[in-house]
């Protein structure tokens, strides 16, 4: 999981969730739906999220819930479905339903998500897979302070496209339960949010090369500690400190192994600046350093930040760029972790009121503690038809390319070359 303080940028577009997994290691704000309390961090407009009022699924309504009920069904081809070194195209079927609640209160909020997504490779049917998430939350308000409390389970599989990935036969499956809690204190043009979190990461055994490895040496708890002190010196324009504590308890280590516990101090600080329409600027900057329980490990001292802008000259038209460097913790055996290095850019258009294209680029680095790197790259574009409130057709194309690591110890990680096209049509009420 990347230690990170999670930014709720402006524009992040998913051209398709069957084929844009994570870029690197598995992270919790790219799994979790938005929509729930406690994990929703899209505050945001963008030409795609903004759809017109006749456009918006309407939910259905009982008593003072609103359901929102939905069925995504996608069928494409992918040109490499195998794991490196072997390489063979495949025909999917990617089926995606999902239900959405949120409570209809002036006061307090709840929210909760359930959703799957079920690939279907029609020439390797040893690679079908299906994730599902489910995710609720609340939140209380008291006077002017908000107490959030949110708790998730997943069910997940590592996509080859990312890096660091290991090359197993088949996907390899993962669980994560998630707990968190915060509470804003709110005065004035000052704010005050303690929160805590605790993640638990499960991994199922992988086969490689046909035998059995086991991921136990992955299993880890995860407990997060922060405090956030947010200033707001004119209407949309914040300054924000953090303090951030993560201690990581691997649990089921093998016995011999050098065990990859730590504990983690950031110390961010940054701004939040909205020009009231054209421009939004976001950035935090700050240092981290990782002491690992065994001396065998040295401590890492690292500089983390991420930054981004957002530009909406017009309402049919939006841009975004994202930076980021942060570290993660490494897939491989034997390894402590990696610092990893993004760089995204994306724009929506609107073509016409009912016509919507997506586009986006990235490009990603990982360095690993213990020296050597890897690259990786993404682009995909898409097209959007909304023919009414209820029913959308998209067809999307995505290509990643992930290169072999270069001077890493240990094991190398594959490298991976990909390229999607779907075409989806989704139904909600």
């Given at each position: 999981?990347?230690?990170?303080?999670?930014?709720?940028?402006?524009?992040?577009?998913?051209?398709?969730?069957?084929?844009?997994?994570?870029?690197?290691?598995?992270?919790?704000?790219?799994?979790?739906?938005?929509?729930?309390?406690?994990?929703?961090?899209?505050?945001?407009?963008?030409?795609?999220?903004?759809?017109?009022?006749?456009?918006?699924?309407?939910?259905?309504?009982?008593?003072?819930?609103?359901?929102?009920?939905?069925?995504?069904?996608?069928?494409?081809?992918?040109?490499?479905?195998?794991?490196?070194?072997?390489?063979?195209?495949?025909?999917?079927?990617?089926?995606?339903?999902?239900?959405?609640?949120?409570?209809?209160?002036?006061?307090?909020?709840?929210?909760?998500?359930?959703?799957?997504?079920?690939?279907?490779?029609?020439s390797q049917p040893n690679q079908d897979r299906t994730n599902a998430t489910l995710?609720?939350?609340?939140?209380?308000?008291?006077?002017q302070d908000q107490f959030t409390l949110a708790a998730a389970q997943l069910f997940?599989?590592?996509?080859?496209?990312?890096?660091?990935?290991?090359?197993?036969?088949?996907?390899?499956?993962?669980?994560?339960?998630?707990?968190?809690?915060?509470?804003?204190?709110?005065?004035?043009?000052?704010?005050?949010?303690?929160?805590?979190?605790?993640?638990?990461?499960?991994?199922?055994?992988?086969?490689?090369?046909?035998?059995?490895?086991?991921?136990?040496?992955?299993?880890?708890?995860?407990?997060?500690?922060?405090?956030?002190?947010?200033?707001?010196?004119?209407?949309?324009?914040?300054?924000?400190?953090?303090?951030?504590?993560?201690?990581?308890?691997?649990?089921?280590?093998?016995?011999?192994?050098?065990?990859?516990?730590?504990?983690?101090?950031?110390?961010?600080?940054?701004?939040?600046?909205?020009?009231?329409?054209?421009?939004?600027?976001?950035?935090?900057?700050?240092?981290?350093?990782?002491?690992?329980?065994?001396?065998?490990?040295?401590?890492?001292?690292?500089?983390?930040?991420?930054?981004?802008?957002?530009?909406?000259?017009?309402?049919?038209?939006?841009?975004?760029?994202?930076?980021?460097?942060?570290?993660?913790?490494?897939?491989?055996?034997?390894?402590?972790?990696?610092?990893?290095?993004?760089?995204?850019?994306?724009?929506?258009?609107?073509?016409?009121?009912?016509?919507?294209?997506?586009?986006?680029?990235?490009?990603?680095?990982?360095?690993?503690?213990?020296?050597?790197?890897?690259?990786?790259?993404?682009?995909?574009?898409?097209?959007?038809?909304?023919?009414?409130?209820?029913?959308?057709?998209?067809?999307?194309?995505?290509?990643?390319?992930?290169?072999?690591?270069?001077?890493?110890?240990?094991?190398?990680?594959?490298?991976?070359?990909?390229?999607?096209?779907?075409?989806?049509?989704?139904?909600?009420?």
């Amino acid at each position: 999981m990347r230690m990170r303080f999670p930014l709720p940028w402006c524009l992040v577009i998913v051209l398709s969730s069957a084929g844009n997994g994570p870029a690197a290691a598995e992270m919790l704000s790219v799994l979790l739906p938005d929509g729930v309390p406690g994990y929703d961090t899209a505050d945001g407009v963008t030409v795609r999220s903004r759809l017109h009022p006749g456009q918006t699924d309407l939910g259905l309504r009982a008593g003072d819930f609103r359901f929102w009920p939905s069925l995504a069904e996608g069928f494409g081809y992918t040109s490499n479905v195998l794991p490196a070194p072997y390489r063979q195209g495949s025909w999917q079927i990617v089926t995606e339903p999902a239900l959405a609640v949120a409570s209809d209160w002036s006061r307090n909020a709840f929210g909760a998500v359930l959703s799957a997504q079920d690939t279907r490779y029609l020439s390797q049917p040893n690679q079908d897979r299906t994730n599902a998430t489910l995710s609720a939350g609340g939140r209380i308000d008291i006077g002017q302070d908000q107490f959030t409390l949110a708790a998730a389970q997943l069910f997940q599989h590592e996509d080859p496209a990312q890096l660091d990935a290991l090359p197993g036969d088949q996907p390899i499956a993962f669980q994560v339960q998630d707990v968190r809690a915060s509470y804003a204190w709110n005065w004035g043009r000052w704010s005050l949010v303690p929160g805590l979190q605790v993640s638990n990461w499960t991994y199922d055994t992988a086969t490689v090369m046909g035998v059995p490895a086991s991921q136990a040496y992955r299993d880890r708890l995860v407990t997060q500690g922060a405090v956030t002190l947010r200033y707001e010196w004119a209407p949309l324009r914040d300054i924000l400190f953090v303090v951030r504590g993560v201690g990581q308890d691997y649990t089921r280590t093998p016995a011999g192994q050098t065990t990859p516990d730590s504990t983690s101090y950031q110390v961010l600080g940054g701004l939040d600046y909205d020009d009231h329409g054209v421009w939004r600027w976001r950035m935090l900057l700050g240092g981290e350093a990782r002491q690992f329980a065994s001396a065998v490990y040295p401590q890492q001292t690292t500089l983390i930040a991420e930054a981004g802008a957002t530009w909406t000259p017009n309402g049919t038209t939006t841009a975004g760029m994202t930076l980021s460097r942060e570290t993660a913790d490494a897939a491989q055996e034997g390894l402590s972790g990696l610092i990893y290095t993004a760089a995204r850019l994306t724009i929506d258009h609107e073509m016409l009121r009912d016509l919507l294209l997506q586009a986006a680029v990235g490009v990603q680095r990982a360095d690993f503690f213990q020296g050597g790197y890897q690259f990786g790259s993404t682009a995909g574009f898409g097209l959007v038809w909304v023919m009414n409130r209820s029913m959308r057709v998209s067809f999307t194309y995505d290509q990643s390319d992930v290169q072999p690591s270069h001077g890493q110890p240990g094991t190398p990680s594959p490298g991976y070359e990909r390229g999607l096209g779907l075409i989806t049509v989704r139904f909600g009420l």
